[in-house]
């Protein structure tokens, strides 16, 4: 019943850094495990990142992993992701995602996403 709101894409040179957020409202936001997924033109939906409810258990997909960062403040409401060594790769509609588990957070729920590009 969770209701989610991105912000803070834009467009970033290669090799700079970018940060995204995500509000929260409905529910109780510390049950909810969040995470981030992303899709870009003519691909997937790909998993990026996801946080454990108290926020000790973090993971994150092969292609961010070194490079990007999520992290969750429960009594703001809050989950972000800070985006490292951007690439063009990268470039995507950003989706905040809640669930039961950071297992189970596609099948959860999702905001209307922000658009992240990386130039060349």
């Known amino acids: 019943q969770v209701q989610l709101v991105e912000s803070g894409g834009g467009l970033v040179q290669a090799g700079g850094s970018l940060r995204v957020s995500c509000a929260a409202s409905?529910?109780?936001?510390?049950?909810?495990?969040m995470g981030w997924f992303r899709q870009a033109p003519g691909k997937e939906r790909e998993f990026v990142a996801g946080?454990?409810?108290?926020?000790?258990?973090?993971s994150y997909g092969d292609s961010v992993k070194g490079r990007f960062t999520i992290s969750r403040d429960n009594g703001k409401n809050t989950v972000t992701l800070q985006m490292n060594s951007l690439k063009p790769e990268d470039t995507a509609v950003y989706y905040c995602?809640?669930?039961?588990?950071?297992?189970?957070?596609?099948?959860?729920?999702w905001g209307q996403g922000t658009q992240v590009t990386v130039s060349s």
């Open positions: 409905g529910g109780t936001f510390s049950s909810y495990a």
């Open positions: 995602a809640a669930g039961a588990s950071i297992a189970t957070l596609r099948i959860g729920s």
């Open positions: 946080v454990s409810r108290s926020g000790g258990i973090t």
